[in-house]
């Protein structure tokens, strides 16, 4: 009776971890690696038509042109061709705020119209806070396929709306990778805006393209859960099974990558063979198993966070530096943009050590850094580069525009730092700005702006050199 109550217990706990494995596997190893996959696919296939509408967006040859009273139209016709042959887009557009007149590269095709809901992404964007909005339409005679529209926020130089430009180019590869993933892992996947519209999907989808994730079948509860929050993962029972979801938010297109499957069991012959031969020996080592990786994946967690931050001041540290600095400059390379460097030294930091004491240079730290995550911007990164040493990447801006920027740092610094750790104390920053030139490397741009830095502190402190 005794060994028949523990093979059976055996049994039961071994068909039980047959059950978890079989599901960790897909929430822990299918599902991420197929949502990276799709992820990158997904960045290569959009993210390119969202970088060539920005540089258009940049470009002032359009508020020129509207400026001088949209004439000659075979001015804007060239220059949208022009665009349209080197990105190989399916279209180009300008949408005139003054006006409502949308131009094409073959002429004006429509004006505007607020009443008209094929005009109604125009209006929304006019009003967003967003730069950008990317659109999915499908094609009518083939509903296979998709043509990605993204429409970006044209602005003076004063911040006023002047209209609309952007592309369209044809999304030919996104239904095959979605079927060989279907194939491959027998899942299901969809894409969702952050408004809950169902773009496109699995071939289990309904043929409506604005069909809304809150009306879906079992997981309309869910939907709040899952366009809210940046990632998720869960499982709900549909019809009596399991089913396990994935989720993810593509920041870059304001989309949610939906992944869902059942988890799957193995087949009869396997089962009875583990059910034969597994033991208390392995249900242990499993046990302790799930105790070690539960303690090694917070160990590697806070180990990852003390290799790439500095605990005083909070800014990423020097290790973070090399990885972070090519990612920038291949994304600056890509998309045709300028790479910026800072180096920021505060004035007088051993005075300060010496005079008010090591605690208030701490201070004094923890207060810089903090002023300059407030002055920068949202896609900045800050690093702590030595002792009383920052450093700044500052993607999309020109020497001319850094100066200008930690000229309102060292400002800001001036007129906060001090004060806030003791009343006759005043921290100001010496600073050398730079740009990545093509010919740079990493060795070359660190020397130029450290000597940029070093003219800086040389000339009189307290300034802002470029070199």
Not at 89 to 103: I, K, L, P, W
Not at 236 to 245: Q, S
Not at 262 to 276: H, V
Request: zero cysteines; glycine letters at 8%; hydrophobic letters at 40%.
């Amino acid at each position: 009776m005794i060994l028949s109550f523990g093979f059976a217990t055996v049994a039961a706990f071994t068909y039980t971890n047959a059950l978890n494995a079989a599901r960790r596997q897909v929430v822990e190893s299918t599902l991420p690696l197929t949502m990276d996959a799709l992820s990158a696919d997904l960045k290569l296939e959009f993210v390119r038509p969202i970088l060539f509408s920005s540089a258009m967006a940049a470009n002032t040859l359009l508020i020129d042109w509207q400026t001088a009273g949209e004439a000659p139209l075979e001015q804007v016709q060239t220059y949208l061709k022009r665009v349209q042959a080197q990105h190989g887009a399916t279209t180009t557009f300008f949408v005139s705020d003054r006006t409502g007149r949308y131009y094409h590269p073959d002429g004006v095709i429509k004006t505007v119209n607020p009443t008209s809901s094929q005009d109604s992404w125009y209006f929304r964007l006019r009003s967003s806070a967003a730069p950008y909005e990317v659109n999915l339409d499908r094609d009518t005679a083939d509903l296979n396929r998709y043509t990605v529209f993204v429409n970006y926020r044209l602005v003076d130089g004063q911040g006023r709306f002047r209209g609309a430009v952007g592309l369209g180019r044809a999304s030919n590869q996104l239904t095959e990778l979605i079927r060989k993933a279907e194939l491959s892992h027998g899942i299901q996947v969809m894409f969702v805006d952050l408004q809950g519209r169902i773009l496109f999907g699995d071939r289990g989808l309904p043929q409506k393209p604005l069909h809304r994730l809150q009306r879906w079948p079992g997981l309309g509860p869910y939907s709040q859960r899952i366009l809210s929050q940046t990632q998720d993962a869960f499982s709900y029972r549909e019809g009596g099974r399991e089913i396990v979801v994935r989720s993810r938010r593509i920041p870059e297109l304001n989309w949610v990558l939906l992944v869902r499957t059942l988890p799957r069991l193995p087949d009869g012959f396997l089962l009875d063979s583990l059910l034969q031969i597994i033991s208390i020996a392995l249900l242990t080592l499993a046990l302790a198993l799930v105790l070690v990786f539960r303690v090694t994946g917070r160990h590697h967690s806070k180990m990852e966070t003390l290799a790439f931050t500095d605990p005083l001041s909070g800014a990423l540290n020097r290790s973070a530096f090399v990885g972070l600095s090519r990612l920038r400059l291949e994304e600056a390379r890509d998309g045709a943009q300028p790479l910026g460097l800072a180096l920021l030294d505060i004035d007088r930091f051993k005075h300060i050590n010496d005079h008010f004491g090591h605690p208030a240079g701490d201070g004094v730290i923890r207060q810089v850094a903090g002023q300059i995550r407030d002055s920068i911007r949202s896609g900045d990164l800050l690093f702590r580069w030595g002792g009383d040493e920052f450093l700044l990447l500052l993607p999309g801006v020109t020497r001319e525009q850094a100066q200008a920027l930690m000229e309102r740092l060292a400002s800001a610094v001036a007129e906060q730092v001090g004060p806030a750790v003791a009343t006759d104390l005043r921290v100001t920053l010496s600073i050398g700005v730079t740009v990545w030139r093509s010919e740079d490397s990493l060795e070359t741009v660190l020397e130029r702006v450290d000597r940029a830095l070093y003219r800086a502190k040389h000339g009189g402190r307290n300034q802002v050199v470029s070199g």
